[in-house]
């Protein structure tokens, strides 16, 4: 099999199915082929372009930001595309638009005869999850392509199949626009809170012991009390993340009223040059706002 998006998120993913199947061939290709030297030494094989990592693989597990690093990667002499000579899967984990997923999977069908196919798989759970093997991955696609694609990444959580193709990017919308709202009110309370004169440290222990605890306090509310805003995944994804949720939202004729305040929410954040930080952030961005009239 192969791997290309060796970040935050593609990096420890790897690391655990390299520890978890050892035995198993796993190709990599990078950018920085340099970057590939942890992976390598645990047993993976760099190759030096995407045709020869279609060519050694039968499942491709992309984890890139959006679509459009993947389509850079699919054409051309060395892409993707040109290296697919029998029966792939390509497991997408990139939290994407469903209507741009299935217009990706009809493409690269026809530009293979069929033998390129496609499952979609976001995850969630950080890089903490990753890092752990503890994701919570949601798959859509057939049956027997998801089949194959559960085989692996079964090593780095816990996948689900929730349906056709395009199924686990609406789930992950549905997860964002929660996970939206929770750091959003946290970043919010943080704040009066502590212009109120109480100890943040208390309140977070105080709040994860009742309605108002969930895994996102949990995973940020000491970086809340210290103000540590690092990025462990940047919060500028949250904006195409939440255009998802809107699009599934139009798509279903669904009124909402809390995902555009969200949206908007958020584009502002990134606009204020908060966009790189972590989605933690929200309390910085929070402070900087004049206060209402």
Not at 28 to 47: K, T
Not at 111 to 125: F, H, I, K, W
Not at 261 to 286: K, N, W, Y
Request: hydrophobic share 45%; net charge negative.
């Amino acid at each position: 099999m192969g791997v290309v998006g060796l970040g935050v998120m593609g990096e420890p993913m790897t690391a655990n199915l390299l520890r978890a199947d050892p035995d198993r061939t796993v190709s990599l290709w990078a950018r920085r082929p340099e970057s590939l030297g942890p992976l390598v030494a645990a047993g993976a094989r760099a190759v030096e372009s995407c045709r020869v990592l279609a060519e050694r693989s039968d499942v491709l597990l992309v984890v890139l930001p959006d679509l459009p690093q993947l389509e850079e990667l699919l054409d051309g002499a060395d892409g993707l595309l040109a290296g697919v000579r029998s029966r792939t899967v390509l497991v997408v984990c990139s939290t994407v638009a469903p209507t741009g997923l299935r217009e990706l999977s009809d493409r690269v069908a026809s530009a293979t005869g069929g033998l390129l196919r496609v499952v979609d798989a976001p995850v969630s759970g950080g890089q903490d999850g990753a890092e752990a093997g503890t994701l919570s991955i949601m798959v859509g696609g057939d049956d027997d392509d998801v089949a194959v694609a559960v085989g692996v990444l079964g090593t780095m959580g816990t996948p689900v199949h929730l349906g056709p193709l395009g199924s686990g990017q609406v789930a992950k919308a549905c997860n964002q626009l929660v996970v939206a709202a929770t750091i959003q009110a946290l970043g919010e309370c943080a704040v009066i809170a502590e212009r109120s004169g109480l100890d943040l440290a208390v309140l977070v222990e105080v709040l994860g012991k009742g309605y108002a605890g969930s895994r996102i306090l949990a995973t940020r509310g000491q970086r809340l009390v210290e103000h540590d805003h690092a990025p462990s995944g940047a919060a500028r994804y949250m904006l195409k993340d939440l255009d998802s949720a809107l699009a599934a939202a139009d798509a279903t004729g669904t009124g909402t009223r809390l995902l555009p305040a969200l949206r908007a929410s958020f584009g502002e954040l990134v606009e204020a040059g908060f966009g790189d930080d972590d989605i933690a952030v929200t309390q910085a961005f929070v402070e900087s706002l004049a206060p209402r009239a």
